[in-house]
């Protein structure tokens, strides 16, 4: 039996924050003559704008976004510990015998997609996969002899696309505790309770 199911996901855009670049600021004109004490007036010019006196900010870099290639329980703890928003994890073979939870949120414009190579299987105890961490992007895998299938908990904004569940023993797709924007496509149930 197939299901499919498309949740609409509202997606936020927060407008990059810049400070402002800073003014020059440059000295009065002299005054003719001395100054009250009779001293030659100063007619220097004071740029702010200038490479000598200006405080500069270091530059920063962008972090580049990491792969994380898992071809067993422990690589998949591992990736979904250290995994940054941006990053992939790339699931090959199968993956079974541990529990599989998030740790980390994803970012608008940079989830962490958890990426199936088209070979992966994934069991786990006591669910296949659990997300409970926001900005999340699955994508081509199945879970398989678990308890429960795919459990997002108190989770949003996520795209689960082309992710199959068979063999489980309870609900296939659990969605729990106000969990809410997320978009399944091209999904399925198989030999579920």
Known sequence: MRFRTVILLMQCALAPLTAPAPAAVKSTPPRKGGDQDGAAPRTAAVDLNSYATSATRPATT????????????????????????????????????GRFTTTRSGAPGAPITIRGDGTARVWGSP???????????????????????????????????????????????????????????????????
Do not use: C
């Open 127 to 193: 669910y296949g996969l659990e997300i409970l961490h926001v900005y999340y992007r699955l994508e081509h895998f199945i879970l398989e002899n678990s308890n429960k299938g795919l459990v997002i908990d108190n989770a949003e904004h996520g795209v689960v696309d082309h992710v199959h569940a068979m063999d489980i023993q309870q609900e296939a797709f659990k969605l729990r505790n106000q969990s809410r924007y997320w978009e399944f496509t091209y999904f399925s149930a198989r030999r579920t309770a």
């Open 62 to 97: 962008a972090r580049k976004p990491e792969t994380f290639p898992v071809t067993n329980a422990s690589q998949f703890t591992s990736a979904l510990a250290n995994a940054q928003p941006g990053d992939t994890i790339l699931l090959s073979g199968a993956i079974a015998g």
